[in-house]
């Protein structure tokens, strides 16, 4: 391996590591909790976990690039079809169950299995951008009419799945990368030259056998859903008339991010991984949480230690008031009502809301619900119990069950609450909830946010990127970009199979980042520093 590629994994590595101490400084010390949330400590950690992983991996990576680079590169091209494969049959499956697979006109946007997204963000975005060259790789290798079929099921599927998202920046990236796609196929079998390339063109514009035929059909077939989905729906054409209006506030939005930046150190190095939430709730106007979940105890009089919950409604703006909601994924019962027991405390009037709702992740189907206002009372502890009021739950068809959650949420601003010893009780009185007596923390519950996602993305990569990391750590991404894709495009690495694919794949990744954020979902960001670091490997072994 050149000096050049491990002098470039030693800053990166010391460049995250430096963004790692100074989120812990910024977060008051290092700290650790199980149930630690987006302005804690672990927050950091959580978003380094991308790069420290993706780090380890190049040991594995140059013995599976040693062993057999043809072989390596199957595997991975392999594994991302495969992981692509399960991330569109949730998508199916999550269209019928709520919206319905044919509905686009519901304000519904795609989540599939990207629990990241309980406070919005782009981590499906992101994931599909990054996979969908990949559906063209299993389509050109296929050597079987039945594994053909296959593949173009899958790129019916992923063009369903991407134009379900109803995000504009996915529109740009998918169609961007695949054009670049096409354009580095051609090349890499023309070996740039142009009147060999616009002749391989005119000889094979006419369909010649059953892969150019069937190749004609599925662009047809891939028309038609696009025509579907924008033609058959409202919603589609809404995202796509409001971009001006989208863009203003967007840009508004990267303003107050920019200035969170304090000083010629902050420029330099960032304010640490993780800590763009908390610094923008904190400081920028109208930027607050719209609430907080903190799993807390207290001694008891008899030395006993009892665990509680505080719930917390958005600071200052109403608006915001039972959109941050405590979750728990439960089994519901379909014959009839339920109700909720529990013990509240607080200090001053708090509006309690209680919900149990068809859900996936942030949009609901049927719900039944509760609303109580609380006072102080003449103990400190009180005891409620309420019926949910609403329709009987359908849980949707047989194919495509929907999911139960049950949320607790404070609806007025400045609300405060604690909680204790909830239950959700069904119509044939079965207990529903797990951990309600919040003796084991935050297990089994779940924080979640919905409609108002504003303090927790910045969406943008480079600006993330910038304000957690400062110009050191934007440069040296962009130095590790322009180093994989010189190799997969202009460099000796371009006559490799997979060197398009890996250079769409890149390249879409960096489209999608023009208007989201995905640093902060590991498990995407993982995927692109894999990528990126796999590039620049497989490319070495032929200087």
Known sequence: MPVVFWGLMALLAGAGLLALYRGFADAGGFSFDWFAGYTDPLNSLRVFK?????????????????????LASQRLATGIVAGLTVVTLAVVWERAAFPGLLDFSTNYRTIALFWEMHVGGAAIDAYLVLTTPFVVWALVSARRPALWAGAAALALLTGYACLTTFSRGVYLAVAGSLVLLGMLLWAQKSDFNAREFLGRVWRRHGP??????????????????????????SFMTERL????????SRVEHWQHGLDLLDGPTDWLLGKGLGRLPANYAAHVPQGEFSGDVKARDEQEPGGSVNGFVTVRGPNTMKTLGGQYALTQRVGIDFAGQHRVSLEVRVKHQTDVYLELCERHLLYDGSCQTAFVRVFPGKTAWQAITLPLGGPVLAGGAWYAP??????????????VADFDNIRLIGPDREELLENGEFSKGLAHWFPA???????????????????????????????????ALWHLVIGRARSLPLSPYLAASLCAALLVGLVSSFMDAPRVAFLFYLLTLYSMQTTQELE
């Open 208 to 233: 010649q056998g059953w892969r150019a035929k069937a190749v004609l059909m599925l662009v047809l077939a891939l028309v038609v859903e696009v025509v579907a989905v924008v033609g058959g729906g």
């Open 241 to 248: 008339t409001s971009t001006d209006r989208d863009l203003g």
């Open 402 to 415: 929907r999911l139960g959650m049950f949320s607790l949420s404070v609806g007025n601003a400045g609300g």
């Open 449 to 483: 946010a919905q409609s108002y996602f504003l303090p927790w993305h910045i969406d943008n990569l480079f600006l993330e990127v910038l304000v957690e990391r400062g110009l050191a750590g934007l440069l040296l991404l962009a130095a590790l970009m322009a180093y």
């Open 50 to 70: 991308s790069l420290g992983f993706a780090l380890l991996f190049i040991p594995l990576l140059q013995h599976e690039l040693a062993h057999s680079r043809a």
